[in-house]
């Protein structure tokens, strides 16, 4: 089957139009509920934290160069947050990945022409479930190691001015492992080699990966964001793969 070429940022917005399809709304919900109260939780915390984590991370400088703390506090107020959102979303893509997972199904299946979406019935996820969780525990020891470098690297007096931007560059990397790998695991296709799928269109996979997370940023929308990512993710996959 022929698919239109997009650019890959596209197949996130697409992503969007896809919810509102009535063979995906049962499925949409779900992961939907499971964004909301995550992220609704990372809105309380920031309200009581935020100025704490902003200012442990700053580094302290001497009174004649204090004029830069009006440089240097937007800077790390961006590092918090990206690591806030790293951590959240971590978070809400274990709970929701069963879901998830199912949701990269329909898609695919509708993606090919052959809407057979079925009623949705919880005892359908039951399958999904432990591998799911293995999977995302998986990406989580992918993940962790290269999150606690720039963790380290942020507590490093001088060197931590280009955390910010290493970690805006590795969030936009993770959102692509996130959601492609929504629909190579449907696909029986290994993680090492989903990341090889990813690293040979790198730029399109870090392009796509950075729209998502941009998008997690932007209040109320980024409670949407997941599963349009899911289904953009899945469309990334069904026309770009050759086999598919």
């Known amino acids: 089957m022929n698919h239109p070429v997009i650019s890959p940022p596209q197949y996130f917005i697409e992503g969007f139009s896809y919810m509102l399809r009535p ?21 309380y915390w920031a309200f009581g934290e935020f100025d704490y984590w902003v200012n442990y991370f700053m580094p302290s400088l001497p009174d004649w160069a204090s004029f830069l703390n009006y440089i240097l506090w937007p800077l790390f107020a961006l590092l918090v947050l990206v690591i806030v959102f790293f951590t959240f979303t971590v978070v809400a893509n274990i709970i929701a990945a069963p879901f998830n997972g199912f949701l990269a199904e329909k ?13 949705f019935r919880l ?51 993770m959102m692509a492992v ?17 990341l090889s799928w990813l690293r ?3 730029w399109g996979s870090l392009s796509f990966g950075g729209v998502v997370y941009v998008a997690t940023l932007i209040p109320l929308a ?3 964001c997941m599963p349009a990512a899911v289904i953009g993710a899945t469309l990334y996959w069904v026309r770009e793969t050759p086999s598919a």
């Open 222 to 224: 980024n409670l949407f």
């Open 178 to 194: 996130q959601y492609l790998d929504y629909p190579c695991d449907n696909n029986q296709v290994s993680f090492p080699d989903m």
């Open 107 to 119: 898609v695919e299946i509708m993606a090919r022409g052959e809407d057979r979406t079925q009623p």
């Open 200 to 202: 040979e269109r790198r």
């Open 23 to 43: 063979g995906l709304r049962a499925f949409v919900m779900l992961p939907l509920l499971v964004n909301i109260l995550v992220f609704g939780g990372m809105i």
């Open 123 to 173: 005892a359908d996820l039951a399958p999904l479930v432990g591998r799911s969780i293995a999977r995302e525990l998986r990406k989580l020891a992918y993940f962790a190691p290269r999150a606690i470098g720039l963790l380290v690297l942020s507590l490093i007096p001088g060197l931590n001015i280009i955390a910010a931007p290493l970690w805006l560059l590795f969030g936009a990397w």
